[in-house]
């Protein structure tokens, strides 16, 4: 058995002196202190490896004569860290010599509080032999006839976050995750074709108890082998039914990062200046929620110590609020939302995502399908990438069908999506799903770099004037 | 070291341990933050009844590194049974520090740093360009490699990378380009000529115009070429994907998988580039292996594991590619996987491929990337010029999708001047590539009209 929760460090004490130290080398300090564990097990066809990790690092930030300043260190040490408050405070003093724009923030009132996800089974307690059967069913179950390569993983991590700041508040937040992932590779002469699919939640290794490993791997085998007969996507404008998992990543990168306050207090996004302006069909409504029971981009508080909240970005297609740190939220003259965020200890704080969701329709999906006189259905969503200076997207998608009069037919493998507007894509929604896909779960990089769980629960969408090309 | 030497001395064991520093500022003028951080952390993999564990901290006190190496070889037991050939690298005692090193980069790392700002800001509003996002970066950065075996390798490099996205206009939608510099050493008239040039470009995209749906003639950037060839040939040519039986590769030693004007190298003694070391990530010298020689498939590359499953030696190939930020290396797996993969130049200069051609040049896209188990590619042109003998017209709303393979096999010529280009979303550490422009003729588009 494997357990390395126990390289927790108790550091309140010391952090609480170190922000006393802080009030007066800063106008505004936060420290975060957090630890991580994680533990993965994995098997494929070939291999198979146990690993473990443990983290510890403490952020600091500092907000002195208009400029922020970040420094790190490892240790909770007092001396260390008041080390690493002086070097703050003056590359912070530099900068903010060197800055027209002058940062500021309001204060709030501190909070003290802890929270836990609700763990009911401790992953880390689970045997590593539990966890290596368990693989091994799952690789046998996915194994057969045209299945060249498959690999499957079980991850659990648990990150605690202590968080001080100059207003008074400490709060602790300890979120557990649980992953299992499989993919397999199916072969036919030189002809290779690829399937994959995520069971994951915010929970310990009861995420399991209901899971039926033969059916998920028994599914994500047979579509694998289906893609080696599938054929390539119709090319240029058309109308595309997104599945939840593409439509929820479709909103995350074309609305969501456009609507992170940042890009709009530096004029880099397409939603600028759009505030109570209609940018989609009076169906869509979309929210942002960090405080989502279960989510996997909930937060409880955000990186800035701001309780997570629910926000609505979208009524009905107006868009009526963007996403806050203290920073935007004081710039742009609006209401804090929670949305804070940073990668870890030695990252910045930014405006981000958590879970932003699409509110469900009226339709059924076979209404939708029958709705499409030329068109295509994708399935899943490969990689996507945002666009808020251009309001372009890139959206690559697995599996499919093409549609004809109301009718699936031959299936896809690969299809790149594309649009010169998301506004004229929202502009262009005509049908929303009744169902809705609750269990999202995503990693958001933000330029290229700044890490954050997310999710984008969402319903299928039909979507027109999309651009499709092949992948 | 001395925490560490305790645990070789009992176990069958290799630490790798990594030490980043770092200074960043935001390139735009609006943002107001600057971040100076430093992280040391270490990786243990244990060998024991030839099953390899592994375990990462970066908590550096004796009874945490104790507690890392306990789990290291407890993990062992859960792991595959390597072939008795597997050993650690053996070459034993200890190397000087050998990278690529500059002071200039490292002496002052936050005045360097804030003072590049200064210079892009400075060049831009010359240019009547304005940056909307992106940073300076400077890195330094040191790896040791100790074993059971006796050795204890240590290289030591700087970093200079700056991300820079810039716009030419006001109007919505924003005409804005992408870029990323990547280099080992610091040159100002280098850094300059670079941002002058990206401005240039930049200037030339605004108000793009709508394609039609058609083939065309292309005219691929390495920004663009580049990582679509370590995205495949990089995967195909690792001892991981012959391993798993996925390599496209497979069966193809010594045979035409490209057309005979197309070879590829991994050249990790590159000047100046990210991936320059003179030891991989557990201490093997490394070298230039011949990955495609004018067209012919040549070889795989190994570290130490898929090297004794494939019964043969280590070409120096082991990596630890991460995502998450240079500065958390050592939290990255091994595999065997490119240094700087570097692909021969043509013999006309960019210049003068232009002047004669009609088609489209491609110079950014959203995501250059390809699909390892198939070498398909698809992606949104955000850059990009219609060109007719010379005259530029800047377009975009289109997908080009295509396959690695037919590239190499097909692609007319490629030019004389190559670029060094890397994943931008972690440029340091991670391959990277050594590419010129490539020119395919007859290539579908799919687009808004």
Known sequence: ?????????????????????????????????????????????????????????IGIRILKDGAYAYTSCQKTDLKELKSSIDKASEIAANMGKKTKTKATQKTYKAITDTKKTKVKKDPFEIPAEQKHTLLKDIIRYATRKEIAFASARISASTARKQFANTEGSFITTETTKTILALST???????????????????????????????????????????????????????????????GTLVHEVFGHAAEADWIANSRSLLKDKLHTRIGTDIMTIYDDGSMDGGWGTIYYDDEGIPAKKTILLDKGILIQYMHSRQTAEKLGMELTGNARAQDYTHRIIPRMTNTCLAPGTHTIEEMISMVKKGIVVDKYTTALEDPAGGSFELKTLGGNIIENGELKEPLERTTLSSSSFIDTFMNISAISKHMNTMSTGSCGKGHEDWVSVGNPAPSVLAGNIIVGGN | MKDFESILKKNNTEIFISETRLSEYPIDSDSTYTRSVTETGYMIRTLK?????????????????????????????????LPKSFSFTDTKGKTPVSGTFDNTISKDMDTLSANLREECQKTAAESGIILTNGKIKLTEFKYTIMNCLGIEKTERGTYISAVIDSKADTKQPLAELSSTYIKRTYQKSDF?????????????????????????????????????????????????????????????????????????????????????????????????????????????????????????????????????????IYTAGN??????????????????LLSNFSGIYIEAVGIPSADHETGNFGFE????????????TPVRYAIYSGKVQDLIRDTKT???????????????????????????????ISAAK
């Open chain 2, 335 to 352: 595999f065997s996987g490119m240094h700087n993969l570097s692909i021969d130049q043509g013999t006309e200069y960019l210049e003068s």
């Open chain 2, 192 to 328: 300059t000529g670079w941002l002058k040039n990206r401005i240039d470009i930049t200037k030339k995209c605004i108000n793009p115009q709508k394609l039609k749906t058609a083939s065309y003639n292309l005219i691929l950037s390495p920004s663009v070429a580049g990582p679509i060839m370590l995205d495949t040939i990089g995967y195909w040519a690792s001892g991981k994907s012959r391993l798993d039986g996925i390599s496209l590769f497979e069966g193809k030693e010594n045979k035409a998988v490209a057309s005979p004007n197309f070879t590829a190298t991994d050249d990790p003694t590159y000047p100046d580039a990210p991936s320059t070391f003179s030891i991989d990530m557990e201490g093997t010298k490394t070298k230039k292996t011949n990955i495609i020689k004018n067209g012919i498939f040549s070889n795989y590359i190994y570290d130490n594991k898929y090297a004794s499953h494939a019964d043969t030696k280590s070409t120096g190939n082991c990596k630890k590619a991460t995502f998450m930020g240079s500065e958390k």
């Open chain 2, 414 to 444: 490629m030019s004389k001047e190559r670029e060094i280009v890397t994943d931008p979303m972690a440029p340091e550490y991670n391959s990277a590539c050594i590419t010129p422009y490539f020119l395919i003729e007859n290539q579908k």
């Open chain 2, 381 to 392: 042109l955000r850059n990009a010029f219609l060109v007719d003998k010379g005259a530029m």
């Open chain 2, 49 to 81: 009844d030839n099953r390899l564990g592994t375990s990462t901290s970066n908590i550096m006190d004796k009874e945490a590194i104790k507690k890392t190496a306990q789990l290291s070889l407890a993990s062992s037991k859960h792991a595959e049974k």
């Open chain 1, 1 to 57: 058995m494997i357990k390395i929760q126990d390289t927790d460090i108790d550091t309140q004490d010391i952090l609480k002196k170190a922000i006393d130290y802080a009030s007066v080398k800063s106008d505004y300090c936060d420290i975060r202190a957090i630890t991580t564990s994680s533990e993965t097990s994995a098997k494929t066809t070939k291999e198979e490896s146990n690993s473990s990790a443990a983290t510890f690092g």
């Open chain 1, 185 to 247: 590779v199916a072969k036919r002469g030189q002809k290779q074709t690829m399937n994959y699919d995520v069971y994951a939640k915010p929970a310990g290794f009861e995420t399991f108890d209901n899971l039926n490993l033969e059916q998920f791997a028994n599914q994500i085998a047979k579509k694998a082998i289906s893609f080696l007969d599938a054929v390539k996507p119709p090319h240029g404008k058309m109308d595309v039914i997104m599945s939840p998992a593409v439509a």
